[in-house]
């Protein structure tokens, strides 16, 4: 995780206060990383070793959350209590109640995290899928506009089949060698009561300036973390952008 109890980041941590994690309460570890986002981590042996706490620290997940806190208006790695256990939301505008989930992992231990995502009554849910880790590989293009079907591995499938059912929205972040790309599902709307809307099960790459700007910032996450070299955007230019992606 980026904070710690204090919600202090590891860059910006005396050496000498005691940090603990704000979901379990155990000690954490200061992880100055060359690879990947500087970052707390649970002591080796404490009880998150057992499952009871684990949260998403790949490479991927750690960038996006402070590609989201250098965002005008948005906090990362939130609490909420929800049947005795504490989750922290990956990304959230309170001012919005806009929610952002990075998918990195799924497995049994994600469990009780993604219920209560899928269950967010007074929040807008959007998940973001790692593409390196949960695309097929022989995923077949349709059409000459870049789409994709059966893109999803079968168990971001099964996972973004909840999604659907839980009225909540999602896309694959996928980078490749000439840079990255977010896919969002071709949804035809309902046209009536008759017809409603339809999943086509067809992924599309998002164009135009909301999904370059998330991009961007995404892009501007400089490893190990650097307050000097990672440089925030202007809020001017992303305040009414971030809402639609």
Not at 16 to 29: I, Q
Not at 73 to 89: F, K, N, Q, Y
Not at 144 to 162: C, H, I, T
Not at 215 to 240: C, F, G, I, M, Q
Request: aromatic share 10%; charged share 25%; with cysteine.
């Amino acid at each position: 995780m980026i904070l710690n109890h204090h919600r202090t980041p590891v860059w910006a941590w005396d050496g000498l206060a005691e940090s603990k994690c704000p979901m379990c309460g155990e000690l954490l570890v200061a992880r100055r990383c060359r690879d990947k986002v500087w970052h707390w981590a649970h002591k080796p042996h404490t009880n998150q070793k057992a499952g009871t706490c684990l949260f998403d620290d790949s490479p991927w997940a750690l960038k996006w959350r402070l590609g989201y806190l250098m965002f005008p208006g948005w906090e990362i790695e939130r609490p909420r209590v929800a049947a005795g256990r504490t989750h922290l939301l990956h990304a959230l505008n309170p001012a919005t109640r806009n929610v952002r989930e990075f998918v990195g992992h799924i497995n049994d231990a994600n469990v009780p995290r993604f219920q209560f995502l899928l269950g967010a009554q007074n929040h807008q849910v959007m998940w973001m899928f790692n593409g390196k880790e949960w695309c097929r590989n022989g995923a077949r293009q349709v059409g000459n506009n870049g789409g994709y079907k059966d893109f999803l591995k079968p168990k971001a499938q099964a996972l973004y089949e909840q999604i659907i059912l839980a009225g909540q929205n999602a896309l694959i972040h996928l980078e490749g060698p000439d840079g990255s790309r977010l896919y969002r599902e071709w949804v035809k709307p309902a046209i009536n009561d008759t017809v409603k809307v339809e999943h086509t099960g067809v992924w599309f790459p998002c164009e135009g300036e909301k999904a370059l700007a998330v991009l961007d910032n995404y892009s501007r996450v400089t490893l190990p973390y650097d307050n000097a070299k990672s440089e925030a955007p202007k809020p001017s230019k992303l305040d009414k952008l971030m809402e639609a992606v």
